[in-house]
């Protein structure tokens, strides 16, 4: 398994546009969270979906849109770009995604710069 | 609210030497404490969380529930624990929030 990967790699846009981002996670895995890290800052939570559903949210805005496909990969979903939302993002999957808390592996991350 | 504090942002010991990254958190239920790593050129990947109690690669974080710490450790630092180092919290399903990190650098 080659873990989680993401793509694109790196991607370039301008303020204004609309971007996607993709996940696939480890195969078994039913849970995919995506984070937004900051240059020099630590990760930031911005979703979490289990089983196609929404299951957690972090403090951003209704621009940031996920969904979760039937076999678990994800996208993410960025409307009308700002400067501020250039960062690396990353997404993480783990086996469930209720109760105890499971292990969560990262993907490489996708570097997004908004000009 | 969930808050995870990274005090040092660089952290240079010799090699041999003990190594110390601090946390604090701050959160009003019984939260789940990690350190997470990132090695150069690679993806962050889970290092220890408090619930199991291990020590890998000879580190050790014990949570400090009166002081809200947890503290990771190592008694003899090494050239290849030379990497990025994040705290994090959950408070329950998979969200978790991390620190800002702190970068140690070790010194031949």
């Known amino acids: 398994d080659a873990g989680v990967t993401q793509s694109p790699t790196h991607l370039i846009k301008t303020r204004g546009q609309q971007v996607t981002l993709r996940c696939s996670p480890i195969s078994g895995h039913k849970s995919v969270s995506w984070y937004q890290q900051v240059l020099g800052q630590g990760p930031q939570f911005i979703f979490q979906?289990?089983?196609?559903?929404?299951?957690g949210r972090g403090n951003f805005p209704d621009r940031f849109s996920a969904r979760q496909f039937p076999n678990y990969s994800s996208e993410l979903n960025v409307n009308a770009l700002l400067l501020g939302d250039s960062a690396l993002y990353l997404c993480a999957s783990s086996l469930q995604g209720l109760g105890e808390i499971d292990t969560q592996y990262f993907g490489p991350g996708t570097r997004l710069t908004v000009l | 609210a969930q808050r995870v504090t990274q005090p040092e942002k660089l952290l240079s010991v010799f090699k041999g030497a003990p190594v110390e990254l601090k946390c604090n958190y701050s959160y009003s239920g019984s939260p789940e404490l990690f350190w997470y790593v990132q090695y150069s050129r690679q993806r962050l990947q889970l290092l220890l969380r408090?619930?199991s109690r291990e020590s890998i690669k000879g580190f050790t974080a014990d949570l400090n529930k009166g002081e809200t710490s947890f503290h990771l450790k190592k008694p003899f630092a090494q050239e290849e624990d030379s990497a990025m180092y994040y705290c994090a919290l959950s408070g329950g399903y998979q969200k978790v929030t991390f620190g800002t990190g702190t970068k140690l650098q070790v010194i031949p």
């Open positions: 979906y289990y089983e196609k559903e929404e299951r």
């Open positions: 408090h619930i």
